[in-house]
């Protein structure tokens, strides 16, 4: 998509000035297209739509986590929590449709940004988001994002930690599910140093 945003810049200086060149100037003007149209698309894409801004302020949150990446399972926690405290309701086709917008590791079953463009734009690079980005760091602040992220963590944790003993006590525990309780803690405690993760001891130690 880059490549093609830079192709309709040339084609404009073309068709303006019937000639192109792309010398130093142009190439540091660049960036800033960029910036506004990955603002634009994460504008029409996410915040239009109902519960938009919840999820705005769930990709501001991960832009500023340590690792700048997330599990699906806590971005879906992090997403309600962050929906109750802007009021808003959830959309999970939304979630959906932002999970295609990323690009996830089935492996780590993590999520990051396409580019690090998107993280400029997240923290205000973009004049199409600025507006509304402003508004949601105005009630919910850096800190506090990162303190709702956290505590979003460790609640992700224990429904998974509940998950995983109701299937040991029944049986029917698989590797899979097992590796799936693992790298959430994995990514957990990349992002958190000190997370409380209840139970994390008990799971490492089991058999299948």
């Known amino acids: 998509m880059y490549i093609y945003q830079l192709y309709k ?4 200086k073309l068709s303006r000035e019937m000639h192109v060149k792309l010398d130093k100037t142009f190439a540091e003007a660049i960036p ?10 994460i504008q029409t ?22 690792t700048k990446t997330i599990n699906s399972l806590h971005l879906a926690q992090l997403y309600q929590t962050l929906c109750e405290k802007l009021g808003e309701k959830p ?7 932002t999970h295609t917008l990323l690009i996830y590791d089935p492996k780590e079953m993590t ?30 602040p850096d800190t506090e994002k990162l303190r709702l992220a956290k505590i979003s963590g460790e609640e992700t944790w224990s429904r998974k930690y509940a998950d995983i003993t109701y299937l040991k006590e029944r ?38």
């Open 9 to 12: 810049d040339l084609t404009l």
């Open 32 to 41: 800033s297209g960029m910036y506004e149209y990955i603002g634009e698309l």
């Open 45 to 66: 894409s996410i915040v239009n739509r109902q519960g938009g801004k919840s999820m705005l302020a769930a990709l501001k949150t991960v832009a500023i986590l340590k």
């Open 91 to 97: 959309n999970w086709d939304l979630y959906n449709q």
């Open 111 to 140: 999520l990051r940004f396409p580019h690090d463009t998107w993280i400029d734009v997240l923290k205000g690079k973009s004049s199409t988001l600025q507006p509304t980005l402003n508004l949601i760091d105005n009630v919910i």
């Open 171 to 208: 049986g029917a525990l698989t590797q899979r599910d097992l590796m799936q309780a693992l790298l959430l803690a994995e990514t957990l405690k990349m992002n958190f140093q000190n997370i409380r993760l209840f139970g994390l001891e008990e799971i490492e130690n089991y058999k299948i």
